[in-house]
């Protein structure tokens, strides 16, 4: 197997047909063999670079007077080569070859005009180049040591009755509280029967990444332990893009938290997708009583503010489809391109989304969230929104960005762009898989009519308490490193049975079994000699054959170098960007 010579022939129709199948209609639609895990993700992290890649090569032809592609005959082998380059998570083009030769004549031409671009190119190119880098080290990010996130559904069970079966069950040394939500277990990685865990199976718990479920604590949390709505009468709630419906059934548990009023409040759960309205409503059957969320298979945007179901409404939970490039664990993940084209569909949708939200009149409180870590697709959409949705407001009925009181301890916050100021930014909150937040990427934005009080509330979560009344850890940034390091070398798998929003879902129980140990042993990194006629320059080292042992152990020292070798070139392409 040849990453590169296979991934230029998977990438080439891509770059040459405009109106063809996508990457995935091409992977794994025909009769061919589906590609390896590198080779997709080599083709769709090089298509979506392309944009960038093609302005590094304006720039050199414009400042240096070279073409730098003239000479190769195997296009799409040297768009692969460009982008494991300048932007992979090595920054170098591993094995060798002609097309490589041709390259790297001109590396420093291509250097300095990607590090202009970052440092000169307008908003959208520089925003895809960071991002763009981020995204690439996606498959290089280690998650096997992140806890599993266990949120407790309090529609149906307690913390304290969740805590002791998760002891007896899973173990006491594997369980923790998580140190900002309430409610949110922490449980060690090495766990592998989650999925056997009773109040799993009941819905008592539900599987939910830390990260999806900042959305709907934001929105019902966001004047902390100030409840604006009123618990003498049921309350309406919208979640406007709802399926699976992991915040609907989210927020449904925490606007009816505490209450011990008879009548409930209420999830209005609106999805445009048939199919996917009823996998929420088989979700929904599960984790909640009845009465508490109401599936609507509706497009959102043909919805209508004096529409009757909506005449109690105050608060929308938007969380739009979205790009996906904050989530770092899901082989699912990385199937769409993102080319400029679709990230600026995507944010053009959400914009009308969240502006069709603050639309309602009778709407105080929103919350917009996506799982991307594109600015386009996050702060750009709501510095637009802010504008466009306040150029015709006055007085209370302005909407601004508050912080979340419930997550007044979430460091990361968010990015200031045009349009926003620091304060504003402030308000938002990011998380980033990156750079050790041990959850999928992900961004919150919480909106509020300026005539609403802000909540003098200096919130405090019941973690601390609960933690000492029912003696359980508060849980620690890797705090459970130690034992999957411990593990190394040794024949033990980790089951990934969590971590992206349709978490619960069945093919996640299916692709639950994956080796901590990486497969980069079969993987070679060299160009075909027959694309470029010329011999490559690394030779196919002689097979031996080993042990599967000694294979894994090789294969997890690989990996160990590989890394090194990652954050070595990673610093390296910094300080040069710097420079
Ligand atoms: C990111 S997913 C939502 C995930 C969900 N919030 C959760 O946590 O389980 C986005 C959803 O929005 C739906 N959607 C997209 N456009 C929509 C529209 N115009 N109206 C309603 N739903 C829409 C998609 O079908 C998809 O199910």
């Not at 902390?224 to 927020?251: E, I, R, Y």
Request: glycine share 6%; with cysteine; aromatic share 6%.
């Amino acid at each position: 197997m040849n990453t590169y010579r296979d991934s230029s022939k998977l990438l080439a129709p891509l770059l040459s047909k405009k109106n063809g199948p996508g990457l995935k209609a091409l992977a794994f639609g025909g009769k061919n063999k589906a590609p390896t895990k590198a080779v997709f993700a080599c083709v769709s992290h090089t298509l979506r670079c392309r944009g960038v890649i093609d302005s590094v090569l304006g720039r050199v032809s414009a400042e240096n007077n070279v073409d730098v592609l003239k000479d190769i005959r195997d296009r799409a082998l040297g768009y692969v080569l460009l982008y494991e380059l300048l932007l992979g998570p090595y920054k170098s083009i591993r094995g060798g070859g002609g097309v490589k030769r041709s390259i790297m004549k001109h590396e420093k031409d291509l250097r300095s005009a990607l590090s202009h671009l970052a440092a000169h190119g307008d908003a959208a190119t520089k925003n895809h180049i960071e991002t763009s880098t981020e995204d690439s080290s996606n498959s290089s990010v280690s998650t096997s040591h992140w806890p599993k996130y266990v949120r407790v559904n309090t529609l149906k069970t307690s913390l304290e009755t969740a805590v002791a079966s998760a002891q007896s069950f899973l173990g006491s040394e594997n369980v923790s509280l998580h140190n900002v939500l309430d409610n949110l277990l922490a449980i060690s990685p090495t766990v592998n029967n989650l999925y056997e865990w009773d109040l799993v199976k009941s819905g008592e718990v539900v599987i939910q990444d830390l990260s999806s479920c900042l959305t709907a604590a934001a929105l019902a949390g966001g004047e902390g332990t100030t409840k604006w709505w009123d618990n003498s009468k049921t309350n309406v709630f919208l979640d406007a893009c709802a399926a699976p419906g992991n915040k609907t059934t989210h927020l449904a548990a925490l606007v009816n938290q505490a209450s011990s009023k008879k009548t409930s409040n209420k999830v209005v759960a609106l999805d445009r997708s048939g199919d996917r309205i009823k996998i929420l409503q088989k979700r929904v059957s599960l984790l909640a009583p009845g009465e508490v969320v109401e599936p609507v298979h509706l497009d959102f945007l043909k919805t209508e503010s004096n529409d009757s179901r909506f005449s109690k409404l105050k608060a929308i939970l938007l969380d739009p489809s979205c790009s996906g490039s904050g989530i770092v664990n899901s082989p699912d993940r990385g199937g769409e391109e993102d080319t400029p084209e679709r990230l600026s569909s995507l944010s053009n949708f959400q914009l009308l989304a969240l502006l069709h939200s603050l639309s309602f009149p009778q709407v105080d409180y929103v919350a917009y969230s996506t799982c991307s870590i594109n600015d386009e697709e996050n702060e750009a959409v709501v510095s637009k929104a802010l504008q466009e949705v306040n150029e015709g407001l006055e007085g209370g009925e302005v909407w601004e960005l508050r912080k979340p009181l419930v997550l007044n301890t979430w460091t990361r916050r968010g990015k200031v762009v045009e349009g926003l100021t620091e304060e504003q930014a402030a308000c938002l909150c990011r998380c980033n898989p990156f750079d050790g937040d041990e959850t999928n990427g992900f961004f919150v934005s919480y909106f509020v009519r300026a005539k609403v009080p802000k909540s003098g509330d200096l919130y405090t979560n019941s973690v601390a308490s609960n933690s000492s009344a029912l003696k359980v850890p508060v849980y620690k940034a890797g705090m459970f490193k130690d034992r999957v390091r411990g593990d190394k070398g040794k024949k033990k798998k980790v089951k990934s049975d969590q971590h992206n929003d349709n978490d619960n879902s069945n093919s996640n129980k299916r692709k639950a079994e994956t080796t901590t140990t990486t497969n980069s042993k079969k993987t070679k990194w060299t160009e075909d000699t027959k694309t470029d006629g010329q011999k490559p320059s690394v030779q196919k080292p002689p097979a031996t054959k080993m042990s599967k042992k000694a294979a894994k152990k090789n294969a997890y020292k690989a990996k160990q170098r590989e890394q090194k070798l990652a954050r070595l070139n990673k610093k390296k392409a910094d300080v040069a960007v710097k420079k």
